[in-house]
């Protein structure tokens, strides 16, 4: 019983084109965020929302535009997506924040090729 | 601003020796200080957290991990490694202020098990 998915495992694509990450929590949790790994394995926050509410943006290009249709789906659409791009994104929910954990997805493979 | 700082890129040891992953911490505020563990292509997995009550926090699998507020330190052991355990390893804080909560990441440390 997953408890956070995302879809797809793995994007590959090519630059300029735009593509959209889907991630799904069953937690009954009313926060989820997005990080970015990079290829160096460094982990950084992009954005959280908070009951469909964004309350968490780390200067992220607007190429980034994340949505939240309701508190358990919190969906990442990409434009004009760059090389630099290439990454590894995990969603990860939590229940409010103040040190709850956070529970992280398997994670989005993309290359931009 | 927070920061985590893991003093070892890659950390080797030998099947059956102990494990220490150290990590320092800087924060303004009363942290919570989290170990994930991540294996090769996969998500990242809670080892144990930190939140102000006991400082010797104990975790999955063996593992655990003292606050040191003094030398502030959240550094990980484990007395016996196994293979199982080779994994990226992140130290993570965050602040316990109301509203958004921000995990700000370790650079990681790789473990590499011997046989």
């Known amino acids: 019983d997953t408890a956070v998915s995302q879809t797809p495992k793995y994007l590959v694509t090519q630059m300029g084109n735009d593509k959209s990450i889907k991630c799904e929590q069953n937690?009954?949790?009313?926060?989820m965020y997005w990080y970015k790994q990079d290829s160096k394995k460094f982990l950084k926050i992009m954005f959280s929302?908070?009951?469909?509410?964004?309350?968490i943006n780390e200067t992220v290009p607007n190429r980034f535009s994340p949505k939240s249709p309701d508190k358990a789906h919190l969906n990442l659409h990409i434009n004009s997506l760059e090389l630099g791009d290439s990454a590894v994104y995990f969603c990860?929910?939590?229940?409010?924040?103040?040190?709850?954990?956070?529970?992280f997805g398997p994670g989005t493979r993309l290359l931009v090729l | 601003a927070q920061s985590v700082t893991q003093l070892d890129s890659h950390v080797s040891v030998s099947e059956g020796t102990p494990v220490l992953l150290r990590c320092n911490y800087s924060?303004?505020?009363?942290?919570?200080l989290f170990w994930y563990v991540q294996h090769p292509n996969k998500g990242l997995q809670l080892l144990l957290k930190?939140?102000?009550?006991?400082?010797l926090v104990k975790g999955i699998n063996g593992f655990e991990a003292e606050f040191k507020k003094s030398e502030t330190s959240f550094h990980l052991t484990k007395p016996s490694a196994h293979m199982s355990d080779a994994a990226e390893y992140f130290c993570?804080?965050?602040?316990?202020?109301?509203?958004?909560?921000?995990?700000?990441f370790g650079q990681g440390t790789r473990l590499t098990i011997n046989p």
């Open positions: 937690l009954g949790h009313d926060t």
């Open positions: 930190y939140t102000s009550a006991a400082t």
């Open positions: 990860a929910s939590s229940q409010g924040g103040r040190g709850e954990t956070q529970y």
């Open positions: 924060s303004s505020y009363s942290p919570s």
């Open positions: 929302y908070n009951n469909k509410e964004l309350i």
């Open positions: 993570v804080v965050s602040d316990r202020r109301q509203g958004a909560q921000k995990l700000v």
